[in-house]
């Protein structure tokens, strides 16, 4: 699996397809290789936690040898930018006002957008500045839809900043230009911007940068999420992004028997023939259906060999 | 002589570049203004995919915000929450 190379892999995949677990059952492998690994969870709906069967929650918490966890809480992070605005807006506004302020603030909290951008503030955050922490982060994204705006996101912010940092670029140099005899404008407005810009720009050149990060799709050989992944790879591929490994989870085990699962199987066998055929590209990594809930660490370790065995077909 | 053509020439070229020097500033003024609803759109109902990330902005702009809104042809401040009037 040449994706666990990569010091940031993202895990993707349509609900209920094994993703938590897969990127728990990655993040754990790492760890007993010696990796000191990050596992982040951006789902608002956390499963990590019910995975390792303890809180994690919004710090980075460790879980055991080389191995520390996160669950992203958006309202927390929107919180705390709140507050840091207000921090700073403190002395700059007469006290008249600050009750205002604050308020109007109050209610952007509670905008549409703003729980995504403060997710996608964090996920920015943290890989900026733990990479220096950590050998591997690994992010277990929430369904689809949501990891592919996730990812387009820095693309999609950086081209509208950079819109409104040239047009305030070129009045500052009027300015400074016409009005100041070529004094430079003091802008902090155009810092902060530039500021925000620069990070985006960063960390979309961290997710192009394919020696430094990997995406993995995990699906089911059914109709649906075969479909889903192949839209989430042609769509990644538009904003430059390779998924170059797939999970196929839940694949009947050769030794179901019955009847049942022998009908099972042959409803099954034409869509791993259609996985086959549609993803020729991507590395294929089979994992079949175990009998139990996959939550127990041997459990997890056991789900993680198939890693390294890769594709059984 | 050639001194006091050359103080003349200079208040002369004064003189011309004032009215000019306010339409700059007039015209400058309507660029930030611009700027401004670039930034706050989201408060006049237009989407602002970054409107997030300008509310760190706000420490620097709130001072001009009641200039704004009235040149801007608002009496009251749009904004529910700053009543600056």
């Given at each position: 699996m040449d994706v666990l190379t990569k010091t940031i892999i993202f895990v993707g995949g349509k609900g209920g397809v094994g993703k938590s677990t897969s990127a728990a059952a990655l993040a754990l492998m790492s760890a007993r290789e010696g990796h000191e690994t990050l596992l982040v969870s951006t789902d608002p709906a956390h499963n990590t936690g019910d995975i390792f069967r303890r809180k994690?929650?919004?710090?980075?918490?460790?879980?055991?040898?080389?191995?520390?966890a996160l669950e992203i809480d958006p309202e927390r992070e929107t919180t705390k930018y709140i507050n840091s605005v207000k921090e700073n807006i403190k002395g700059t506004v007469h006290s008249g006002m600050m009750e205002e302020v604050h308020r109007q603030l109050d209610t952007a909290k509670?905008?549409?957008?703003?729980d995504e951008a403060a997710l996608f503030d964090?996920?920015?955050?943290?890989?900026?500045e733990e990479r220096e922490n950590f050998d591997k982060i690994i992010f277990d994204t929430a369904p689809t839809g949501h990891t592919i705006r996730l990812l387009s996101l820095p693309e999609l912010m950086g081209v509208w900043i950079e819109g409104l940092?040239?047009?305030?670029k070129k009045t500052n140099d009027n300015y400074s230009r016409l009005l100041n005899d070529g004094?430079?404008?003091e802008d902090p407005v155009y810092d902060v911007l530039r500021e925000r810009q620069q990070r985006f720009a960063r960390v979309r050149r961290i997710l192009l940068n394919q020696e430094e990060t990997g995406f993995i799709f995990v699906l089911n050989p059914e109709r649906l999420p075969i479909l889903e992944t192949e839209k989430?790879?042609?769509l990644l591929a538009?904003?430059?992004?390779d998924v170059k490994t797939l999970i196929i989870n839940k694949v009947l085990p050769e030794e179901a028997d019955g009847t049942f699962f022998a009908e099972r199987k042959k409803y099954e066998k034409p869509h791993l023939e259609d996985i086959r055929k549609r993803f020729e590209k991507q590395e294929k990594i089979y994992i079949p259906l175990f009998p139990g809930d996959v939550s127990e660490l041997e459990q997890l370790e056991r789900y993680s060999t198939y890693f390294k065995k890769g594709s059984m077909l | 002589m050639l001194e006091h053509m050359k103080k003349l020439l200079a208040y002369y070229e004064e003189v011309i570049s004032l009215p000019h020097k306010r339409e700059i500033a007039l015209e400058l003024r309507n660029e930030d203004d611009l700027f401004f609803l670039m930034l706050y759109s989201e408060m006049l109902g237009i989407p602002n995919p970054v409107y997030y990330y300008?509310?760190?902005?706000?420490p620097y702009m709130i001072e001009q915000f009641h200039d704004w809104h009235l040149r801007m042809g608002m009496d009251k401040s749009p904004l529910s929450g700053i009543r600056c009037c």
């Amino acid at each position: 699996m040449d994706v666990l190379t990569k010091t940031i892999i993202f895990v993707g995949g349509k609900g209920g397809v094994g993703k938590s677990t897969s990127a728990a059952a990655l993040a754990l492998m790492s760890a007993r290789e010696g990796h000191e690994t990050l596992l982040v969870s951006t789902d608002p709906a956390h499963n990590t936690g019910d995975i390792f069967r303890r809180k994690i929650g919004g710090d980075i918490t460790r879980i055991q040898r080389n191995l520390s966890a996160l669950e992203i809480d958006p309202e927390r992070e929107t919180t705390k930018y709140i507050n840091s605005v207000k921090e700073n807006i403190k002395g700059t506004v007469h006290s008249g006002m600050m009750e205002e302020v604050h308020r109007q603030l109050d209610t952007a909290k509670a905008s549409p957008g703003a729980d995504e951008a403060a997710l996608f503030d964090k996920l920015i955050r943290i890989i900026l500045e733990e990479r220096e922490n950590f050998d591997k982060i690994i992010f277990d994204t929430a369904p689809t839809g949501h990891t592919i705006r996730l990812l387009s996101l820095p693309e999609l912010m950086g081209v509208w900043i950079e819109g409104l940092l040239a047009k305030r670029k070129k009045t500052n140099d009027n300015y400074s230009r016409l009005l100041n005899d070529g004094e430079p404008r003091e802008d902090p407005v155009y810092d902060v911007l530039r500021e925000r810009q620069q990070r985006f720009a960063r960390v979309r050149r961290i997710l192009l940068n394919q020696e430094e990060t990997g995406f993995i799709f995990v699906l089911n050989p059914e109709r649906l999420p075969i479909l889903e992944t192949e839209k989430a790879i042609q769509l990644l591929a538009k904003y430059e992004l390779d998924v170059k490994t797939l999970i196929i989870n839940k694949v009947l085990p050769e030794e179901a028997d019955g009847t049942f699962f022998a009908e099972r199987k042959k409803y099954e066998k034409p869509h791993l023939e259609d996985i086959r055929k549609r993803f020729e590209k991507q590395e294929k990594i089979y994992i079949p259906l175990f009998p139990g809930d996959v939550s127990e660490l041997e459990q997890l370790e056991r789900y993680s060999t198939y890693f390294k065995k890769g594709s059984m077909l | 002589m050639l001194e006091h053509m050359k103080k003349l020439l200079a208040y002369y070229e004064e003189v011309i570049s004032l009215p000019h020097k306010r339409e700059i500033a007039l015209e400058l003024r309507n660029e930030d203004d611009l700027f401004f609803l670039m930034l706050y759109s989201e408060m006049l109902g237009i989407p602002n995919p970054v409107y997030y990330y300008t509310l760190e902005l706000y420490p620097y702009m709130i001072e001009q915000f009641h200039d704004w809104h009235l040149r801007m042809g608002m009496d009251k401040s749009p904004l529910s929450g700053i009543r600056c009037c």
